[in-house]
């Protein structure tokens, strides 16, 4: 054997040897890890070079990594639950935009618009109040600066009769032209509330179904019965508005259990009481705060807020006048919503909408009307439903209904006999097409 075959041999046996003993020369491992290696890598009889090289020791969430990977499902639905973002494009939902409307509410970072620009169009078209005068859209994330004289400050200086008032009067115009544009032109040019915005029937109050509507009644007056010894006395109502005839309708209802129970419903039956103040309030969408605060009534449309102790006189003990008069002399329960709200704004509620002519209530009705109607229709069938001679002439208009018809049934089967007499056949013959009429003589049963 030559010298440099051995020098070969060697050096081949000293890599085997280098492969075989890799893994018994790993660092020396503790009575822990050494149980914990033991109790992780199989038994097998595998080759050397298919085994791990290095063995670390578990950690102490090791435990919880190894269930999470051991059931991938898991892992990936949670992982998309946590990715999943509500969407920013949303023109159908009603309560995505009313969120974006709630964010204008606060007096010192948004002021009066005209209402080609107020709160409500910025809103339709996808932005919200992040700052003094300042909109974002939650889409774009364009934001829009506007800087308009507010209605107050016009109205001072139309006083004046200065020689520009005029000029003031035409710039103001054009302003309020060109930032109605930008409510669609500001947004970027792939975002999507630029080629759409909300229905114009999105801020309708949901007021269709009546035992709901009236259900939420309940529920708007019992929040402000909590707050009876701070409602004022001194309410200011519509001309056309008779407390007295809704509130005996409403106890009516309630004591027919008409309406479902509810614990508004089981405080008034057990009082035979309705607070008016609390219940005219309560019709025109007023409820108490509900984040608590003593004494301030909300609306959840326009999302006006009230202190009621402003219209509500105080007990000086230690004066000699005894009372002191309130700061507001009455609560208007209209003038105090917004202009735009559907609870006193007929447009606002009903949009571009067409309303049929069957239906009880004028098409510019507002919200107030619509629940009152609502009130009186339930109240109406109620009482037809509990009188016997109501129920007499009700049944004889059933009777009169199923006689007529009796009557076009009766009409409609002579009709088909009649036309059973006449019978068109079409007879193939010679590759002509020939229509036989045959007269068939009437059964005897006519």
């Not at 809103?123 to 800087?147: D, L, N, S, Y």
């Amino acid at each position: 054997m030559s010298y440099a075959l051995s020098t070969t041999k060697r050096k081949f046996h000293r890599i085997l040897d280098s492969i075989s003993n890799s893994s018994s020369t790993s660092l020396p491992l503790n009575d822990s890890q050494a149980s914990i290696s033991i109790t992780t890598l199989p038994g097998s009889h595998e080759s050397p070079a298919k085994k791990p090289r290095f063995i670390r020791p578990l950690k102490k969430n090791t435990s919880s990594v190894l269930q999470t990977v051991s059931d991938p499902v898991s892992m990936l639905t949670s992982t998309q639950n946590r990715d999943r973002k509500k969407p920013h494009f949303t023109p159908w939902d009603r309560a995505d935009f009313l969120e974006r409307l709630k964010s204008f509410r606060h007096v010192d970072k948004w002021f009066s618009k005209p209402e080609k620009i107020n709160e409500v169009q910025w809103a339709k078209r996808g932005w919200t109040c992040v700052g003094i005068e300042r909109v974002r859209c939650v889409g774009c994330a364009r934001e829009v600066v506007i800087r308009l004289e507010s209605e107050a400050v016009r109205n001072e200086e139309q006083g004046d009769d200065s020689p520009d008032e005029d000029w003031k009067v035409a710039a103001h115009a054009e302003l309020v032209e060109k930032y109605a544009e930008m409510i669609i032109s500001e947004h970027d040019e792939g975002c999507l509330w630029q080629t759409r915005g909300c229905d114009t029937t999105i801020y309708r109050l949901p007021l269709a179904h009546q035992p709901t509507s009236l259900k939420n009644l309940l529920g708007r007056y019992e929040s402000l019965v909590a707050l009876e010894s701070e409602l004022p006395t001194a309410l200011k109502t519509p001309p056309a508005f008779d407390i007295q005839s809704s509130c005996q309708q409403l106890l009516a209802l309630l004591q027919s259990q008409a309406l479902d129970p509810s614990p508004a419903a089981e405080v008034l039956l057990s009082h035979n009481h309705i607070n008016e103040q609390a219940l005219t309030l309560a019709l025109f969408g007023w409820q108490a705060d509900p984040d608590r605060s003593v004494g301030v009534a909300t609306c959840n449309a326009c999302f006006r807020r009230l202190g009621l102790w402003l219209f509500k006189s105080r007990f000086k003990p230690n004066q000699g006048m005894g009372e002191e008069e309130a700061i507001m002399s009455c609560l208007d329960v209209v003038d105090e919503h917004r202009d735009y709200c559907p609870w006193v704004n007929g447009a606002s509620q009903h949009g571009d909408q067409k309303v049929s002519h069957d239906e009880p209530v004028p098409a510019e009705s507002a919200g107030w009307e619509i629940l009152i109607q609502a009130l009186r229709n339930v109240y109406r069938v109620k009482s037809i439903l509990s009188s016997p001679s109501e129920i007499d002439s009700l049944g004889n208009i059933l009777d009169d209904a199923a006689a007529r018809e009796a009557k076009d049934k009766e009409r409609w089967v002579k009709f088909k006999r009649l036309k059973e007499i006449f019978q068109v056949k079409r007879v193939k013959g010679g590759g002509e097409v020939h229509e036989n009429i045959r007269l068939r003589r009437p059964s005897s049963a006519t």
